[in-house]
C-alpha cells in the first residue's frame, strides 16, 4: 500500500506540476512535441497511463493476501502447537485450516481429515484474484489434500471437481443438515407477529448472508408480481445497508422487509414460519453454480416449500422435496415459481409440506450425515466412535 500511495502522489504531482500551455506554437516555441504536451497537460491521463498503477494496486493486493494467508496458517500453527493435548484424529476445516491439522497430527501420526465445505479458488474473493495467484492458491490447496488422509465435501458435485482436480480418492460428502425437526402443524405464525402483518399475507423467506451473487437484488426486484405477499430477509452481511435502504423505497415499502438474524436454535422455529423460502443463487462462479447451501436443507427440515435455482447443486433435491425452480437471473421466473406455490390450495400445500418432511427425515438430517462422519472417522483411526 505504501508503494502504490507513493506512485499516485508522484503522479499526482507530476500532473499538477505540468505547464498549461493556453497558445501553443512557433511563438512560444511551441513545436509539435511542445504542443502535445501543452494541449493534454490538463487533460485526463491516458488509459496507458492509469494502467500501469491499476495493475501495480492489484498486484500488491494479491501480494498481500497470499502473505496474509501464510502469515496467518503460520500463526495458528505455532500457537495450536502450544495448546495442542494430543488427538486420535484433527479435522481441518476449510483451506486455511487444513495445514495446520497437518501441523498437529504428524508428529503424534494421527490421522488428518480435510473438510473442503467449498471449491475455494471458485469462490467469493479469492474467485477475483489473478489467475496466476489463483493456480499458486490451487497447488498449495492440492497439496494439502494429497497429504490429508480423506477429504470430505458437502455435496457430490463438490467430490467430484476435487476427486478431478487434486487426484484423491473420491471425497466423502458429509452434507450440512439440521438435526430431525418435527415443526408445529400449524406453524406459528411469527412474521406476522413481529411486522403486523395480515392474516392472508403470504411470506416469502430469504435468509443467511447478505452477499453478492445470492440472488438478493432478484428477489426484490420479483417480489412486486406476486400479489398478496410480502419478502423477508432475515440475517447480515456486507450489502445489510443497501439492502435496508431498498426496502424504504417507494415501489418496495411494506412489500419488503429486514430482520436481524437469530441464534442458531432459534432459526428453525423462524424458518417454519415461512410460507416460501427462495433462494435463487447466482451462477457468478462455479463454487455457486454447484453449491447447495444450508438454507436449502433447513428449508426441508420444517417442511418449507422451496424455491431454488436450476443448477446442479440444488436442484435434485429441491425437486425431491417438492419445491419449485427457477431461473435465478430472472425475476419474473422467481416470481412465476413463488406464485405457483402460493397459488395451491390447503391441500396442496400440506402435501407439499408433508413430501419436505419425509424426504427430510429419511435423508437429510445430521443425525444420518453424522453416522457417515463417524464411520469414516473409525475407518482412519481403527476405533470405534
Known amino acids: 500500500r505504501s508503494i502504490v500511495g507513493r506512485i499516485e502522489r508522484s503522479r499526482s504531482r507530476d500532473r499538477r506540476a505540468s505547464p498549461v500551455t493556453t497558445d501553443p506554437g512557433p511563438a512560444a516555441g511551441g513545436d509539435a512535441a511542445g504542443h502535445a504536451a501543452g494541449a493534454y497537460a490538463d487533460q485526463p491521463a491516458s488509459e496507458d ?5 491499476g495493475r501495480v494496486r492489484r498486484a500488491v493486493g494479491s501480494a498481500r493476501r497470499m502473505a496474509a494467508i501464510g ?21 481441518g476445516m476449510a483451506y486455511m485450516g487444513v495445514p495446520v491439522a497437518l501441523a498437529l497430527a504428524r508428529p503424534r501420526r494421527s490421522p488428518a481429515v480435510y473438510d473442503a465445505r467449498d ?3 471458485d469462490a467469493g474473493n479469492l474467485a477475483r484474484l489473478p489467475g496466476g495467484v489463483r493456480r499458486l492458491l490451487g497447488r498449495l490447496e492440492r497439496g494439502w489434500a494429497r497429504r490429508a488422509d480423506r477429504v470430505i465435501t458437502v455435496n457430490q458435485p463438490y467430490a467430484d471437481v476435487m476427486a478431478e482436480r487434486w487426484a484423491v480418492e473420491p471425497p466423502r460428502v458429509v452434507m450440512n443438515c439440521a438435526y430431525r425437526t418435527d415443526p408445529p402443524d400449524p406453524a406459528v405464525r411469527r412474521f406476522h407477529g413481529r411486522l403486523g402483518l395480515p392474516p392472508t399475507t403470504a411470506v416469502v423467506l430469504y435468509h443467511g448472508g447478505f452477499s453478492p451473487g445470492r440472488g438478493i437484488e432478484q428477489l426484490l426486484d420479483s417480489i412486486p408480481h406476486v400479489p398478496d405477499a410480502v419478502l423477508v430477509f432475515m440475517g447480515y452481511g456486507v450489502m445489510a445497508a443497501d439492502l435496508e435502504r431498498r426496502v424504504r423505497t417507494p415501489d418496495l415499502t411494506g412489500r419488503a422487509f429486514v430482520l436481524p438474524a437469530v441464534p442458531p436454535v432459534e432459526l428453525l422455529d423462524w424458518v417454519a414460519a415461512a410460507d416460501v423460502a427462495a433462494m435463487p443463487i447466482q451462477p457468478t462462479t462455479l463454487n455457486h453454480r454447484l453449491t447447495t447451501p444450508n438454507k436449502l436443507l433447513e428449508a426441508i427440515a420444517v417442511g418449507v416449500p422451496v424455491v431454488a435455482s436450476d443448477l446442479p447443486g440444488m436442484a435434485a433435491i429441491a425437486t425431491e422435496a417438492g419445491g419449485e425452480l427457477c431461473d435465478p437471473e430472472d425475476p419474473l421466473s422467481i416470481a412465476a415459481a413463488i406464485r405457483r406455490i402460493l397459488a395451491e390450495g390447503p391441500a396442496e400445500r400440506a402435501a407439499r409440506r408433508a413430501r419436505a418432511l419425509k424426504v427430510a427425515h ?20 481403527g476405533r470405534p466412535w
Open 362 to 381: 429419511e435423508r437429510y438430517t445430521w443425525e444420518a450425515q453424522m453416522t457417515g462422519l463417524l464411520a469414516e472417522y473409525g475407518r482412519l483411526t
Open 119 to 121: 471449491i475455494y479458488v
Open 49 to 53: 497511463s492509469v494502467a500501469v498503477p
Open 71 to 91: 502469515l496467518t496458517v503460520r500463526a495458528q500453527q505455532r500457537a495450536s502447537r502450544a495448546v495442542d493435548p494430543g488427538a486420535d484424529l484433527y479435522h
